[in-house]
């Protein structure tokens, strides 16, 4: 059975940088194309980050471009979003999702497997 469990979330003040991390089980993550996505209320889910199986390949979200930096470790299984310069509006809950090798994984239907989501709060 897959699972995608997320941590690192919480409280910070603009400005501020928090590390999200998201740990799989069930699955070989060198397999898949890995991404982070997040949602405020009322909003649809959207793409914040994507990368390669390899980590060669790399995409953000032009609101998120040059502030966030997305890793992964495909030996410990995990993949990371460093998140600096962090913005009020960057509050929301974020995800992590796997999806096949070779998908660019900037859409959600391309993914296959979803974590539970960890809360991010910016305070002005």
């Known amino acids: 059975q897959v699972h995608l469990v997320e941590s690192g979330g919480g409280l910070v003040q603009a400005g501020g940088s928090l590390r999200l991390s998201c740990a799989a089980s069930?699955?070989?993550?060198?397999?898949?194309?890995m991404g982070w996505f997040r949602q405020a209320p009322g909003n649809e889910r959207e793409f914040v980050a994507a990368i390669s199986w390899s980590g060669d390949r790399r995409s953000y979200a032009d609101s998120v471009k040059g502030r966030f930096t997305i890793s992964r470790d495909n030996a410990k299984n995990t993949v990371d979003l460093q998140m600096n310069s962090l913005k009020p509006e960057d509050t929301a809950v974020y995800y992590c999702g796997a999806a096949p090798s070779g998908r660019a994984g900037s859409s959600l239907h391309e993914y296959d497997y979803w974590g539970q989501g960890t809360q991010v709060t910016v305070s002005s």
């Open positions: 069930g699955l070989t993550l060198h397999y898949y194309t």
